[in-house]
């Protein structure tokens, strides 16, 4: 099984500044998680939802997914990148996030 690559939160941090188009931070918490902040120009796809909107997903782009702790975006990124899509998960997730958040 291949490793899916992992971001650290320091990293994703240094890129949500940037205006890079090909990068797609995809948030996979609940609603009720994701009212509590969520990173800046993240896309909220909760886990459940993502078979339902992958062919959405355009293959060309890179996604960052991120969870409260990290487990349930690897879920996602496991399942993304069988899937042909270029995927990093953010370990430590939202607990180890200390950059700003948007409401």
């Given at each position: ?8 939160p ?12 090909d ?17 800046e ?7 459940g ?33 069988d ?21």
């Open positions: 099984m291949e490793q899916i690559k992992e971001i650290t320091e990293e994703v941090e240094k890129i949500v500044g940037e205006t890079d188009e990068i797609v931070i995809i948030d996979v918490r609940e609603d009720e998680e994701v009212a509590q902040g969520m990173i120009g993240a896309k909220h796809i909760p886990l939802e993502i078979p339902e909107v992958e062919e959405d997903l355009d293959k060309e782009k890179n996604y960052i997914l991120v969870c409260r702790s990290g487990r349930r975006s690897m879920n996602a990124a496991l399942y993304l990148h899937r042909g899509y270029k995927v990093v998960n953010m370990v430590g997730g939202m607990l180890e996030w200390d950059g700003e958040v948007v409401f």
